[in-house]
């Protein structure tokens, strides 16, 4: 930066330069004055008045005095040819680097396959010759991943510059993904298929999701980001026994689950196990807890009782109870005897469920029961399924496990429409399903049980504390308490960790 500086010699010239013109102003207000006096001149034939002259005087001395103050106007003025200048160094701060563009990078193509469509399809919808995908296809592994494409998977392509003529250049690379922590680029390059793995490792998040019933369980709790086979594991496995979905639960009913959700690059890809989760329903709360013991994996309490019964009340899904246990007149042959099972009511077709883990003990035709099957639970528990349409993959002997599918509705027999004729019986004795209380199971115990709450601990800690910011208890002067929203819930209700 440089500033320019009087010298001493300078201001002394301008000085007497300024004193001269000064000088000047006196002299022509002197030689005025002594006009004004001695005669008068004529202009245009008139002759100046003492008051004229005084005004033109008044005028050339103010002239005068702008011309001493200001030099600037007055041509005598030297200005100096040069001025001395003085440098100064200032530091300027230091810009960061900008890194050149890089001009190699890919540019991908995004193509997400759509349903029925193969990979022979995509490379001749881009015009990408069928000799450059086998080339890219007799790469190792390339085949088997290229050629099962599923509906949604999402493939890359890379395209050389385009030619002087127009249209697209000829296929540089093409990427897909080999599982979830794999993606594989494939490039062409003198002729050669060059491959490069890079790795995307995934990230495996506990989330707490909350939220209320409202008018659908299943549409609250898919918009707070539960997955539908999460869902549907409290419904039809964690909850079953305890809560009826179609008839215990209210829009002011409340859920919390803890979830693992697996992320990749900070995007969603899944949601996996239920670890825990708290069902709010008839005022009480239900809680639910996931433990492996013994390689076997179960859902338990609290108090470390497995919340799996050993029988299943309603061995079949979405049908209406259509006839009770007891008397009754019967529908084919009118006479009046006891009724000693339960009716459900379905179309024909639906899957029938083993009620408990057990031994098929008969499988045929039987009478009026039509095509039936009798399963025995042990320690003096049988149950028999009646009028079937058809039977499942089982055979007479083998063991299956609670809600196998063991057949479909039907009305083989004596029936007068497609229905489940159930039967429950106790060391032979029938007892109304409905209403017998059902064994229960055994609780953990010792180590076990140690270990147990040492696990499920941690979790129910962090449903407590995310309901306590989600829901708050709000005096109100009607009924005492009530549960609202506290304005810390956030629009998606889940917390994380």
Request: hydrophobic share 35%; aromatic share 6%.
């Amino acid at each position: 930066m440089t500033t320019p500086e009087s010298h001493p010699s300078d201001l002394q010239r301008s000085e007497r330069v300024r004193l001269e013109n000064l000088r000047e102003l006196e002299r022509q207000a002197t030689t005025s004055s002594h006009q004004a006096e001695a005669s008068a001149e004529t202009i245009g034939n008139r002759r100046w008045s003492r008051r004229q002259w005084a005004h033109s005087s008044l005028i050339a001395t103010a002239g005068a005095l702008l011309l001493a103050i200001v030099p600037g106007f007055n041509t005598a003025v030297d200005v100096p040819h040069s001025a001395r200048l003085t440098t100064l160094s200032l530091a300027l701060p230091v810009l960061p680097v900008q890194p050149e563009p890089d001009a190699a990078a890919t540019s991908w193509m995004p193509v997400t396959v759509e349903k029925g469509q193969t990979l022979g399809a995509i490379f001749d919808e881009l015009g990408i010759p069928a000799s450059t995908m086998h080339a890219l296809l007799e790469q190792p592994g390339a085949r088997d991943a290229l050629t099962r494409l599923r509906p949604g998977a999402q493939l890359g392509f890379a395209f050389n510059p385009a030619p002087a003529n127009g249209g697209r250049g000829s296929l540089h690379a093409l990427r897909y993904d080999r599982g979830e922590t794999e993606r594989v680029e494939l490039s062409l390059e003198a002729g050669k298929v060059v491959e490069t793995v890079i790795e995307r490792p995934i990230e495996v998040r506990t989330s707490v999701v909350s939220g209320k019933v409202g008018r659908s369980l299943f549409h609250s709790a898919r918009k707070l980001g539960l997955s539908g086979s999460s869902i549907n594991m409290l419904t039809d496995e964690i909850f079953q026994y305890d809560i009826d979905f179609n008839t215990d639960v209210t829009r002011n009913d409340r859920f919390s689950v803890v979830v693992e959700q697996v992320y990749r690059e900070g995007e969603l890809l899944r949601t996996g196990k239920v670890l825990a989760a708290v069902f709010t329903a008839k005022n009480k709360p239900f809680t639910a807890f996931r433990f492996e013991q013994d390689g076997k994996t179960e859902y338990y309490n609290a108090e470390g009782r497995p919340l799996k019964k050993s029988f299943i009340r309603m061995p079949i899904q979405y049908a209406r109870l259509s006839s009770r246990f007891g008397s009754r007149r019967h529908p084919v042959s009118g006479s009046v005897r006891q009724h000693k099972g339960v009716d459900y009511a379905a179309r024909t077709g639906t899957p029938i469920m083993a009620a408990g883990d057990a031994r098929v003990q008969f499988k045929g035709w039987r009478g009026g029961y039509g095509n039936t099957v009798i399963l025995d639970h042990g320690r003096g528990y049988t149950t028999l399924y009646a009028h079937m349409s058809g039977f499942g993959n089982i055979r007479q002997g083998q063991r299956v496990s609670q809600g196998t599918v063991i057949g479909r509705v039907g009305s083989t027999g004596l029936s007068t429409g497609p229905h489940l004729h159930y039967e429950f019986r106790i060391n032979g004795v029938h007892r109304n399903p409905l209403q017998h209380t059902m064994p229960e199971p055994e609780p953990l115990k010792g180590v076990a049980l140690a270990a147990f709450h040492a696990q499920t601990g941690p979790a129910l800690a962090r449903i407590r504390t995310v309901e306590d910011i989600i829901y708050a208890q709000v005096p109100d002067a009607a009924d005492g308490t009530r549960v609202v929203e506290a304005k810390r819930d956030a629009p998606s209700g889940r917390g994380q960790g």
